[in-house]
């Protein structure tokens, strides 16, 4: 299994969606006697008179985007929000308690404040400590006097603090098998399926060390364990996920050279979300143990962000991240963007892609400039935009335009296609290799799995196995190593 090795930790992501009202009131419901009303500012907020507002997570987005919030058992959460008007406020957020075969509850955590004149920030945090929390259900605001104005809603779990520590990133495997980890650190562990959801009566046990275990067979994606240490927000989680027969026979028949290798992942947020379960953590369960990789995804990057980068161009989005990139230097590097380049924005009609062909061959250039200077025996590799399932975005950009919204329409098929014609001939023209991964997507069975309902473009465990085992097998007719 290679060691992943990690770049600083990822900029927190917001699970408040539309946090500044700039969309109006979509991600919002409001219910009551009174209104609520989206005013221009500056800034931008909501107005709301005797009733109550509510921001329902999409628990899809949770998952992929920040899977620290899905089980957050013993983590921490910061609640934060701008407010003003007359009269009381009540806030908080409401969790889902997860139960034996997909039984819920709910439980809240809330407070009232009188409001002020002025704009003032509110702050609501503490540590979730019931072990069945599983996915936050939404953020509300209730006014029964008065109004409200509120702006800058945010929801975070900050980074876990250091302690608990796993051996592995990423188990996969059969259901049935039998898995062994190792865990440090922790006062108690947390057995649970799935990944939002139960199948099981979650499992605490008090540390032991090592533990053997098999992958319960169940209709869920896998299991996960959650190692919770002594101090607040200490912990860190450990996902099994269950393969698919036919994959998992192509990814065990794969064989690689045991010299030690260090892969270089760049990409977008299909790269950078489901961290522990995505398809370089997948991919690192079946290399040897003398390999390494490091994932340097960054959600919402696109080719003109990664040169800039790169190229340590000042006010560059995340320039931090890459600080130490090349501390340790690649054997082998893959580019996997395509999905914010090819997005198209309605005002444009949706038929201008993000980065024109001529700035896409512009910062592939530089980009491999700077592979020659910083890696120069480096092998790079692109790997193809993906295709998405192009009916999801297709029905979400529809619901936008009709309220009158400003969006972007993501995984046009002659945007995505004309990406990567011009990716395959620099890879061609350079030497790069190119791993065909629109192909792989489009002859798969039934391509919607690929890829969450929610946008049609993020990958689902399945996409991300698929992407796992094409690069495995990729890597695996690099190698020439003879199959067993």
């Not at 605490?204 to 098999?214: D, H, K, L, V």
């Not at 993000?354 to 400039?369: G, H, N, W």
């Not at 290799?433 to 969450?452: A, N, Q, T």
């Amino acid at each position: 299994m290679a060691q992943r090795i990690s770049i600083p930790p990822l900029a927190e992501n917001n699970l408040v969606r539309n946090n500044c009202f700039r969309q109006q009131m979509l991600f919002y419901r409001y219910s009551g006697s009174g209104s609520a009303e989206v005013m221009p500012g500056p800034p931008v907020f909501c107005r709301i008179s005797t009733g109550s507002l509510f921001h329902a997570f999409d628990i899809d987005n949770q998952e992929h985007a920040a899977p620290e919030s899905v089980f957050p058992w013993n983590g921490k959460f910061v609640f934060k929000f701008l407010a003003r008007g007359k009269g009381k406020l009540r806030a908080g957020i409401r969790w889902r308690l997860s139960y034996y075969r997909g039984d819920t509850d709910l439980t809240e955590r809330a407070f009232s404040c009188d409001l002020e004149a002025d704009f003032k920030e509110y702050t609501l945090e503490g540590v979730v400590d019931d072990p069945h929390t599983s996915v936050n259900d939404r953020i509300f605001f209730e006014v029964k006097e008065g109004f409200a104005d509120l702006t800058a809603i945010s929801l975070y779990y900050p980074a876990p603090a250091p302690g608990v520590t796993f051996d592995k990133p990423h188990i996969a495997l059969l259901p049935g098998e039998e898995f062994t980890f190792n865990c440090k650190g922790a006062e108690k562990l947390l057995v649970c399926c799935g990944h939002s959801s139960n199948e099981f009566e979650p499992q605490i046990m008090a540390n032991q060390g090592s533990f053997t275990m098999p992958l319960r067979v169940t209709g869920a994606e896998g299991m996960r364990i959650v190692g919770v240490g002594s101090a607040e927000n200490c912990r860190a989680s450990l996902f099994i996920s269950q393969l698919p027969p036919f994959l998992a026979k192509k990814m065990r028949r794969c064989r690689f050279s045991s010299k030690p290798k260090h892969l270089l992942f760049f990409g977008d947020s299909l790269t950078a979300y489901d961290a522990g379960r995505n398809y370089t953590d997948i991919a690192g369960a079946f290399l040897p143990d003398s390999w390494s990789y490091t994932n340097a995804g960054i959600g919402g990057d696109d080719l003109p962000r990664l040169a800039k980068r790169l190229q340590n161009k000042p006010h560059t989005y995340r320039q931090e991240d890459f600080q130490n990139i090349w501390e340790k230097t690649p054997d082998e590097i893959f580019l996997f963007y395509g999905a914010n380049d090819t997005k198209s924005p309605w005002r444009e009609e949706y038929k201008k892609p993000s980065t024109s062909i001529e700035e896409q061959k512009k910062y592939l250039e530089e980009i491999f400039q700077v592979f020659k200077e910083k890696a120069p025996h480096a092998a790079v590799n692109i790997i193809a935009s993906a295709p998405g399932y192009f009916p999801y975005p297709l029905e979400r950009g529809a619901r936008l335009r009709s309220k009158g919204i400003q969006h972007n329409l993501f995984g046009i098929p002659e945007h995505v296609k004309r990406y990567n014609r011009v990716e395959k001939k620099f890879a061609l023209d350079k030497g790069w290799g190119y791993l065909d991964f629109h192909k792989v997507c489009s002859s798969y069975y039934d391509p919607k799995l690929l890829f969450i309902p929610d946008d049609g473009v993020h990958l689902t465990l399945n996409g991300h196995q698929l992407l796992a085992a094409a690069l495995l097998e990729y890597l695996h007719k690099k190698e020439g190593v003879a199959e067993l």
